[in-house]
């Protein structure tokens, strides 16, 4: 097991050790974007929820799949770019009023579409994409950005403005109310999860068939079984 926090590895090992009938496990402090794994050593890779904090996520996934067997398969899951959409609606609502125009407050997150052009960029195999997503409602918009702020899903980006004005916050808060409110005075919140599943290249692999060397064409299959219905 792997993460790039010390303190984090370290609950993991005294979880472990306090149990005891786990199986073999080795604990590493380590960064996505700099894997310390040697390459070709690994049957089984999974990420769970971290890579979309990545400055180049490309190359952590192509990190994953040179660590990698061949045949090997790598699992992520990453948040998607629907997650926290009020947040993101509400705070930029507030900031033009406020403000009088926007600094990014969230950081970045991809796009389901873009998932299997980042699996077959990091040159993975048989790329597969699922997405989730989750309604999770909280009182107030100021208890979800603490709840968030424990998780650590808060901004990370450099160019943002490290100081949220106090009315800002208010108003977003209130803009959330408003906007997105629930009859039972509570707020939703979303939370889109993409999965995304590919192997490292090899030849018992399943193979795409060339350009061109169908047999069969559509208008036939039409004629033998005659038009679809409606």
């Not at 996520?57 to 045949?71: E, N, T, V």
């Not at 090997?72 to 993101?88: N, S």
């Not at 808060?154 to 108003?171: E, G």
């Not at 999860?193 to 559509?218: C, D, L, N």
Request: charged share 25%.
């Amino acid at each position: 097991m792997m993460d790039m926090s010390a303190d984090m590895v370290k609950k993991w090992r005294e979880s472990e050790n306090a149990t005891g009938d786990e199986p073999e496990t080795h604990f590493v402090v380590g960064d996505e974007e700099f894997l310390p794994i040697k390459e070709s050593s690994q049957d089984l890779i999974i990420s769970c929820l971290g890579l979309h904090w990545t400055n180049d996520l490309p190359g952590a996934m192509i990190q994953c799949r040179l660590a990698l067997q061949p045949d090997g398969l790598f699992l992520a899951a990453i948040l998607g770019g629907e997650a926290l959409k009020e947040l993101r609606i509400a705070c930029t609502v507030a900031q033009m009023e406020r403000e009088g125009g926007i600094s990014p407050r969230m950081s970045p997150l991809a796009q389901v579409r873009d998932a299997g052009n980042l699996l077959t960029r990091a040159g993975f195999t048989l790329p597969g994409v699922d997405v989730d997503q989750y309604t999770v409602k909280y009182n107030n918009a100021l208890e979800f950005v603490e709840h968030l702020r424990a998780m650590g899903e808060t901004n990370a980006l450099f160019q943002r403005n490290p100081v949220l004005k106090r009315d800002t916050a208010l108003a977003t808060a209130a803009i959330y109310q408003s906007m997105f409110g629930l009859e039972d005075g509570s707020i939703p919140a979303t939370f889109q999860v993409i999965y995304m599943t590919g192997w490292r290249e090899h030849p018992s692999q399943q193979k795409t068939k060339r350009r061109g060397s169908a047999t069969i064409s559509f208008s036939d299959i039409q004629k033998q079984f005659g038009p679809s219905e409606n």
